[in-house]
């Protein structure tokens, strides 16, 4: 099946720093990725809908401001936690469309995630 | 908006009996799909459900999609200790292209 990756995988960094996570789709070309967080023993939460070219289409509750959404190619989309505070702290998970033809109809294909700590 | 409610939350069972999750949407879907998280893990596609009625099967893995178009579930028979993990629904409503909304998930655990 189709391969999306994730980077990096862990990140520890200090309450007020930004963090870059980025969202790479290997073998297909996704024009639409999302990103999830996961806190722990809980579901996934759907953030934002990245949509290359375009701006990200954000979930109600979610600040844009604080999570930035870069899709600048088909196979890499970026989210940037800005000035990260303790309660940032989760699993963020970022998920590609695969609409080629290759696998089930839209499938989500998930990446590795990255497991955020903030200090 | 959309609500998907899985149950149990939980699961635990000896090794060789049977497990059922359930799945409960608030609204009609246009499909739903089934995840798997093992422990540390991220969620890796199962299956896809789009007619109604429909009903398919992977090896010990059934899973059925409601007659109209609301519920699901996935019964997993023999349990395996391989079989531990979380199980996430995951329903998309309206246009085929609508985001997903994850159930809570099932975590399963199977004692050998």
């Known amino acids: 099946g189709a391969v999306v990756s994730q980077h990096p995988s862990w990140v520890i960094c200090k309450s007020g720093t930004s963090v870059k996570i980025e969202c790479r789709s290997l073998?297909?070309?996704?024009?639409?990725m999302f990103w999830y967080r996961q806190f722990p023993k809980q579901s996934l939460m759907l953030m934002a809908t990245?949509?290359?070219?375009?701006?990200?289409?954000?979930e109600q509750g979610v600040e844009k401001d604080k999570f930035l959404i870069n899709h600048a190619s088909l196979t890499l989309s970026t989210l940037t936690v800005t000035s990260a505070h303790p309660e940032d702290s989760s699993f963020y998970i970022c998920?590609?469309?695969?609409?080629?033809?290759?696998?089930?109809?839209?499938?989500?294909?998930f990446g590795p995630g990255t497991r955020l700590l903030v200090l | 908006g959309q609500q998907v409610m899985q149950i149990p939350q939980y699961q635990h069972v000896q090794e060789g009996e049977d497990f059922t999750t359930y799945c409960n949407s608030s609204?009609?879907?246009?499909?739903i799909q089934w995840y798997k998280q093992r422990p540390g893990g991220h969620p890796v596609f199962l299956i896809q459900l789009v007619k109604s009625g429909e009903v398919k099967k992977q090896k010990r893995l059934t899973f059925q999609f409601g007659e109209a178009k609301k519920n699901s579930s996935l019964h997993i028979t023999a349990t395996q200790t391989t079989d531990v993990g979380t199980y996430f629904c995951?329903?998309?409503?309206?246009?085929?292209?609508?985001?997903?909304?994850f159930g809570q998930g099932t975590i399963l655990t199977v004692h050998p």
């Open positions: 609204t009609t879907l246009s499909n």
């Open positions: 073998d297909f070309q996704a024009t639409t």
């Open positions: 990245s949509n290359e070219g375009s701006k990200a289409t954000y």
């Open positions: 995951a329903g998309r409503g309206g246009t085929s292209y609508g985001k997903l909304t």
């Open positions: 998920s590609a469309r695969d609409l080629s033809g290759g696998g089930p109809l839209e499938t989500q294909y």
